[in-house]
């Protein structure tokens, strides 16, 4: 009594985040590169804000080897055992570059506060021009991974680090600028507590999404309820239960359920009928990847194994 329905999803077409891999491997080259040059800035100015920015670069680098990682794996065939394949390795690639944006996050915010306490000389001339220089980088960065930032969480998760690598950037020719007319010297941590305050609450966010995929929550984007509507809407179905909407990984929502549908109906349209008109509705409707439909007569639940539930 059941039946699939895949209109791009779970075959052979890989993960939306694999269409932007030479995207993100150009933003990867980038990032190690501005993070060298930073980080031999930062030294040389004995600027806290510019080897704050460097480590978050370098912990963004490190976070777009493991998204590039993760869709090769992610697009590797399903296997007997593995029926999802490892469309998942995304996710938990996401889940794990909030992790090093925490730590990079709480040790910027650590450093800035010490160097409050024990202030240091800065030259803010040159880290005016390495501010600079990273500022046009991440600025081709943020072209690169525009397009892709709504189809994939990893995708996203990689727009929101160049974005606050941008952010930090712009703060760090905010402190070099001040530093160097007015010789104001506390403007440099000030400058890398706002990168660090910049770095949580987006991080925060991203894990949120991750595990919502993980605990398999419907995608924010599908309601539920009216999902329940227009299967009910569709002629001869009588009932629903065990409706479960979630998300494998990015650009992969599925839906399974239990339709009770009249047997006068059944009898008449038979199964395939009532299958297309319920994939119509809902394909018509919702972005749902891939849908997989138990069509019932009315009273088979009671029937059905505790297992079935």
């Known amino acids: 009594m059941g039946a699939g329905h895949d209109h791009g999803g779970l075959g052979g077409g890989g993960t939306v985040s694999a269409a932007h891999r030479k995207r993100l491997r150009m933003a990867l080259a980038i990032t190690l590169t501005m993070t060298a040059v930073q980080i031999v800035g930062g030294l040389v100015a004995d600027s806290l804000a510019l080897l704050a920015d460097a480590g978050h670069m370098a912990t963004d680098a490190l976070g777009l080897g493991m998204a590039l990682l993760a869709i090769h794996f992610a697009n590797r065939p399903a296997t007997e055992r593995r029926t999802y394949g490892l469309a998942r390795a995304e996710i938990l690639a996401a889940l794990a570059n909030c992790v090093l944006l925490l730590g990079v996050g709480g040790y910027i915010l650590y ?13 803010g001339g040159l880290t ?7 500022l046009a980088a991440n600025s081709v960065s943020l072209a ?29 020719i905010v402190s070099a600028v001040a530093v160097t007319l007015t ?13 660090g305050l910049m770095i949580v609450p987006r991080t925060v966010r991203l894990a949120r999404e991750a595990l919502d995929v993980l605990l398999e929550a419907a995608p924010r984007d599908v309601d539920l309820a009216e999902v329940r509507a227009h299967i009910l809407s569709v002629h001869g ?9 979630w998300t494998i990984t990015s650009g ?33 409707h919702f972005d749902v990847g891939h849908c997989t439909f138990q069509l019932e007569p009315h009273g088979h639940a009671a029937h059905e194994a505790r297992l079935c539930h």
């Not at 005016?128 to 990273?134: E, I, T």
């Open 183 to 195: 010789g104001w010297e506390a403007a440099d941590p000030i400058a890398s507590l706002l990168i």
């Open 144 to 172: 690169l991974l525009l397009r892709g930032r709504r189809e994939s969480l990893n995708v996203r998760g990689a727009f929101l680090e160049v974005t606050a690598d941008t952010l930090g950037s712009l703060a760090v």
């Open 237 to 245: 179905v009588e009932d629903l239960h065990d409706l479960h909407v």
């Open 128 to 134: 005016l021009v390495f501010g600079v220089v990273g």
């Open 111 to 123: 450093e800035a506060v010490h160097r409050f306490l024990t202030p240091a000389g800065t030259d």
């Open 252 to 284: 992969m929502p599925v839906l399974s359920a239990h339709v009770v549908v009249s047997r006068r109906v059944l009898d008449a349209m038979g199964h395939e009928q009532v299958l297309q008109e319920l994939q119509g509705c809902l394909g018509e």
